[in-house]
């Protein structure tokens, strides 16, 4: 059966058989790199700020749970159209439950679409509420090994858990200096991280999902600016990805995530069998 999608808009192009919320939104809307050039600063050196970037993960695996804000924006023209996500996840299982608000066609929130529910677990994406003819009550799922940006991206959210192990292979990194974000003092870093270094060093939840994406990219090179708190935790990630998007200055993603509310109650609990839609799914333009 083929369920076509007529919710409309790019952003609507269905999840199933790698067409994801952002690679439809990129198949429209083209994007232009941000980030600035930065002074140098001295302390702490380049090698110790890396290090303690890489030794991230291990803090919110000490964490346990956090709450979790994401975006993800393209910018075309001066236009910056958003997809923004909020709910909870717990590091020790690497599953996290959050609510998805598409924009609409001018790129503002909520544009008469209703929120998805998204799960995320490792190997695996579930969505609710996904549009294109899937009962309300039904769950899409895609085996993110599969896509060829390993969902770092396509679910218009990246896992939080990949985002923090994405800055094992952090390199060129500098500091900033300190700010305070929600009320907390952390430390800003920016760098570069190189997807094979980070794929290698992976935990084996994460690595399949990081080795997919070393494909799926134009680069292998993602800049990044990470904020860390006293206890080391990643309070903050902003990554910026790369497609070639079929034309020749490529296109960008900029995937931001901040984590807070440590040790917060998070329950996750996957879809039954039967409740997991089957139907083959098309977008509109199919």
């Keep these: 059966m ?5 919710r409309g808009g790019a952003v609507a192009a269905a999840v199933a058989c790698g067409t994801g919320l952002m690679a439809g939104l990129l198949a429209t809307t083209g994007c232009s790199p941000e980030g600035a050039a930065a002074d140098d600063h001295a302390a702490p050196g380049r090698a110790a700020a890396a290090v303690e970037l890489r030794r991230g993960v291990e803090a919110l695996v000490r964490a346990g749970t956090a709450k979790v804000r994401t975006a993800m924006e393209t910018v075309s023209g001066g236009t910056r159209v958003a997809i923004r996500g ?14 998805v608000v598409l924009p609409d066609l001018k790129g503002k929130p909520s544009g008469g679409h209703q929120p998805i529910t998204e799960i995320l677990a490792p190997g695996a ?3 609710k509420n996904r549009g294109a003819g899937v009962p309300v009550d039904k769950w899409v799922r895609v085996d993110t090994a599969t896509l060829s940006d390993g969902n770092l991206v396509t679910g218009g959210v990246t896992d939080p858990l990949a985002a923090a192990e994405l800055l094992r292979g952090a390199r060129e990194v500098t500091f900033q200096g300190e700010e305070r974000l929600d009320g907390v003092v952390v430390r800003h870093y920016r760098g570069t991280t190189d997807l094979i270094a980070a794929a290698g060093r992976a935990s084996a939840r994460t690595r ?19 904020y860390l708190d006293d206890a080391g935790r990643l309070r ?5 990805f790369r497609f070639a998007n079929g034309a020749p200055a490529g296109a960008s993603v900029t995937s931001t995530t901040e984590l807070y509310g440590f040790g917060t109650v998070v329950a ?3 879809p039954d069998r039967r409740d997991i839609f089957t139907g083959k799914i098309a977008s509109a333009s199919s």
């Design 2 to 6: 083929v369920v076509q999608d007529r």
């Design 86 to 99: 909020i709910g909870g996840y717990d590091f020790a299982t690497a599953s996290g439950q959050l609510r």
């Design 125 to 127: 994406l579930f969505m």
């Design 208 to 226: 399949p999902a990081l080795v997919a994406a070393e494909k799926g990219f134009t680069t292998a090179v993602v800049p990044f600016d990470a």
């Design 236 to 240: 903050k990630v902003r990554q910026r």
């Design 268 to 270: 996750v609990r996957l």
